[in-house]
């Protein structure tokens, strides 16, 4: 286990040198993390597919920047979503969600009967990919009491260009609320996209993004995590812009990808 954790320190020693260089030679993505770019969330029972590049090009000149909220709401989401990368909260998720449970009992089992280093990274690797499940899932229970239902499952929705899943689905808001720029008055439906991961991976998404938000019936609204910030804000403004073109809002949750990933792999009851 040692051994892991010094393999995994000088990984992420690496990664950054990589990073560095990258940034040096132009590269306008952002910071590099640790995280496979292009790679979805695995869902229980299911294997998202990767969504190749969307005609949508970003353009890379200088943009007006969009005036934007991002984190301001009055519904204390911000200080909520601070908390997501807490073991403890995350183990509340599990208790909460069946299916969760069973994933990650898999991985517990999995590293009980096999605790060497190759294994253990494997699991990481797994838990990464599963950390957007886990991000919904909070999202859902932060605001369950905020609306009059918040639907457990995602349901297919029609769009002009194929069918799409809203990942969260809350119906009947019970008070009027601001998140980010987006005003819900009561008794109106939310429908969010949320995306968790690092900045390349956000990015690799956007036009997926900008598909997906026509699937919305009611507010529309995409949560991202904070790594959001670190890409290019040339790049953000010219996707925010056609966000909004559809109807839609983009709000920035008070964490990293990697601190979910974190404090996921620290809730394994092991």
């Given at each position: ?10 990984g ?35 294997v ?26 009055n ?9 997501y ?11 909460q ?38 991000f ?10 905020k ?57 690799s ?33 010219d996707?925010?812009?056609?966000l ?27």
């Amino acid at each position: 286990m040692i051994e892991f954790s010094t393999a995994l320190a000088e990984g992420v020693a690496k990664a950054k040198e990589v990073g560095e260089f990258v940034k040096q030679t132009g590269a306008e993505l952002g910071n590099l993390d640790n995280e496979e770019i292009n790679t979805e969330d695995v869902k229980f029972e299911e294997v998202e597919r990767y969504h190749p590049p969307q005609e949508i090009t970003f353009e890379q000149e200088k943009l007006e920047p969009i005036e934007g909220s991002y984190m301001n709401d009055n519904i204390e989401l911000s200080e909520k979503t601070a908390q997501y990368g807490d073991p403890e909260y995350i183990n509340e998720i599990r208790d909460q969600n069946e299916k969760v449970g069973q994933v990650l009992s898999e991985y517990e089992r999995s590293l009980t009967e096999d605790p060497s280093d190759l294994n253990y990274q494997r699991v990481d690797e797994k838990l990464e990919r599963y950390k957007g499940t886990i991000f919904e899932h909070e999202l859902k229970d932060t605001l369950k009491d905020k609306f009059e239902v918040v639907e457990d499952k995602q349901r297919i929705v029609e769009t002009d260009w194929g069918e799409t899943k809203p990942d969260v689905i809350a119906r009947g808001a019970l008070e009027n609320m601001e998140i980010g720029d987006l005003e819900i008055k009561k008794g109106e439906d939310l429908f969010i996209e949320a995306k968790c991961g690092g900045a390349d991976y956000i990015r690799s998404e956007m036009g997926h993004m900008l598909r997906q938000v026509e699937g919305h019936e009611g507010n529309s609204l995409v949560v991202v995590t904070k790594d959001y910030f670190d890409i290019n804000p040339n790049i953000r403004s010219d996707f925010e812009s056609r966000l909004a073109e559809k109807g839609s809002h983009i709000y920035v949750a008070d964490v990293y990808s990697t601190d979910i990933s974190a404090g996921l792999f620290s809730s394994l009851r092991l």
